[in-house]
């Protein structure tokens, strides 16, 4: 069979709704994209983790400390899983789960922009819980279908998951907006602080990046940024009304004639500066997760015999 | 009025437990892989829900609210042992983490051999069926922790030479405060001595070290602090001023 015809079969496969799996034949095209997209949202989990474990130590009440701790520890849960798949998918590149890691480190890989920005209070720890989370599992919830059957399966218990993340996020706010004065103050400027975050969250509106084009023509991803940013605030938006908290965007509102939510146009060039790394807490978090990687650096090289070492990270 | 020997006994066991649950706690993300990141974090979580359950019986006694109980007492109302209060190593888990696997692990290890034996006398001695029932429901989680340890221990032990080295040193600073893990009180609720605590604990472990060729630690000093008397160190205040400090800020509000 000719390389035409293999792609030909594979595109056939593609439009047919079938599951692509990790041994079928693919194109190199297929396989370096979906690489590179589950390692960052594999590593973006994992420096996920970074911005709320900050307030575990802190957490205000036995029970939200608990529930805090199982949240991080899914995060990084969900983090070893899509890592997996991406392993799996790379070996033919030659390219191992230290790699992939080590591409964080060196800043080739990047992670979601909602994790280079601080989270200086407590409702923080409850904005990201709710809104980021709800953020995350709208846009997560759309490549449920997606043509890779491992990532597609694996998605289905993340998605599941971050569903009991949004509410242990949404009652933590819950708890604040009926609280004392204070306490609703601190929740507000947590909001006004990652609005426009989370608009970033879902890229501009006319991408049309490579890596983008080609997720779309291989059906990994069947929608837009704007479809799912429209969709983030039908449903985010009257709940962050219900509980009197304020949207810092006067121009705010929906657009009746156009059936679509209007915003003003968040800061784009900070999600390019992110990209560089460039960040608010860019250089902290990796730095952390540098620091960590080589003060244990002795005890993945025991695990594996010197010779072995850097095969697990 | 309640009986203060079975208090005593609560707060020692509530607050070792949040107090090494929170130590456990600041590895999150930092741990040395990914998947013992996600162990770790579980072994933190089970802590921190043990301690929940202490502070609770705490409260069905007539003394206080938990969540007071855990973030508002001060460090001389502290009963924890000072072992568990030692931060994970040098730095912040926010600013500049050098923290050291290898005194975590010589550390959980003695103290989840300890706990393991507490737990296992009071839920088969303890003359208040409330905490024999709880330590006997808390042990079937414990017994994982001191299995996860024991298998770093060996790994650690005949991994490589720097491994076995950091391993030494931890085990080392381990022992000059495990003594003041024994520092028990015993009563109808707990019904055993310090003495024969700690001849239990060195006959389990012992053979460990055996297996490895590692050297048993032939010192165990007396403890230099006392923490089951209230005595600790400054880790343990800035522990309790960073636990507490979004708590304190509204105690009675709902958070």
């Known amino acids: ?313 | 009025m309640t009986d203060p020997i079975l208090a005593l006994l609560l707060y020692q066991l509530a607050d070792d437990e949040l107090v090494i649950g929170h130590r456990d706690s600041e590895w999150l993300g930092l741990a040395p892989h990914i998947e013992e990141d996600i162990a770790f974090g579980s072994i933190a979580q089970d802590e921190v829900g043990h301690a929940t359950a202490f502070y609770r019986l705490l409260s069905d006694l007539g003394l206080g609210v938990a969540d007071d109980l855990a973030f508002l007492r001060g460090a001389a109302e502290r009963r924890n042992a000072v072992l568990l209060e030692r931060p994970n190593g040098a730095g912040t888990y926010l600013q500049d983490p050098a923290f050291d696997w290898g005194y975590t692990v010589a550390r959980r290890l003695a103290y989840d051999l300890f706990d393991a034996i507490r737990l296992e006398c009071i839920a088969s001695g303890c003359s208040y069926q409330p905490l024999a029932q709880l330590a006997g429901k808390i042990r079937r989680e414990e017994r994982y922790h001191l299995l996860h340890h024991v298998t770093w221990f060996k790994r650690l032990a005949e991994g490589t030479e720097e491994s076995r080295r950091r391993l030494v040193a931890g085990i080392e600073q381990t022992f000059l405060d495990a003594g003041g893990l024994f520092v028990m009180t015993p009563s109808d609720y707990f019904p055993t001595t310090s003495a024969a605590l700690l001849e239990r604990w060195t006959a389990e472990l012992r053979p460990q070290f055996d297996a490895v060729g590692l050297p048993w630690p032939l010192v165990m000093p007396a403890p230099a602090l006392d923490g089951r008397a209230g005595q600790h160190t400054a880790d343990l205040s800035a522990l309790l001023e960073t636990m507490g400090e979004v708590y304190r800020t509204a105690p009675g509000a709902a958070w």
């Open chain 1, 1 to 313: 069979m000719t390389h035409e015809e293999r792609l030909a079969q594979f595109m056939a496969r593609i439009e047919r709704g079938e599951k692509i799996e990790s041994t079928d034949w693919m194109p190199d095209e297929y396989r370096i994209t979906l690489v590179k997209f589950m390692q960052m949202h594999a590593l973006s989990e994992v420096m996920g983790a970074l911005p709320e474990k900050e307030w575990v130590p802190k957490a205000p009440t036995l029970a939200r400390k608990l529930s805090l701790m199982a949240k991080v520890q899914d995060e990084m849960g969900h983090g070893q899983l899509i890592l997996r798949v991406a392993e799996d998918l790379a070996k033919p590149l030659g390219k191992s789960r230290e790699e992939l890691v080590g591409e964080l480190l060196t800043g080739v890989c990047k992670f979601h922009n909602v994790f280079h920005m601080p989270a200086p209070t407590w409702a923080d720890a409850g904005i990201i819980g709710w809104l980021v989370d709800g953020a995350a599992v709208v846009s997560q919830a759309a490549l449920l279908d997606s043509s890779y059957g491992p990532y597609a399966r694996v998605l289905q218990r993340v998605c599941a998951e971050e569903g009991f993340h949004i509410q242990h996020g949404e009652s933590i706010c819950l708890a604040l907006a009926e609280g004392t004065p204070e306490q609703r103050q601190m929740l507000q400027e947590a909001l006004n602080r990652w609005w426009e975050s989370l608009l970033l969250f879902f890229g501009p509106a006319d991408t049309n990046s490579a890596s983008a084009t080609i997720l779309m023509k291989y059906r990994f991803r069947t929608k837009t940024n704007e479809e799912l940013r429209q969709k983030f605030f039908d449903k985010y938006v009257p709940r962050i009304w219900s509980l009197g908290l304020t949207i810092p965007d006067p121009d705010f509102r929906w657009n009746e004639a156009a059936q679509r939510w209007h915003y003003t146009q968040p800061d784009w060039t900070k999600l390019k500066a992110i990209a560089r790394n460039e960040g608010p807490l860019s250089q902290y978090r990796l730095g952390l997760r540098r620091m960590s990687y080589e003060q244990t650096k002795w005890v993945r090289e025991a695990l594996l015999g010197k010779a072995g070492a850097g095969a697990i990270a």
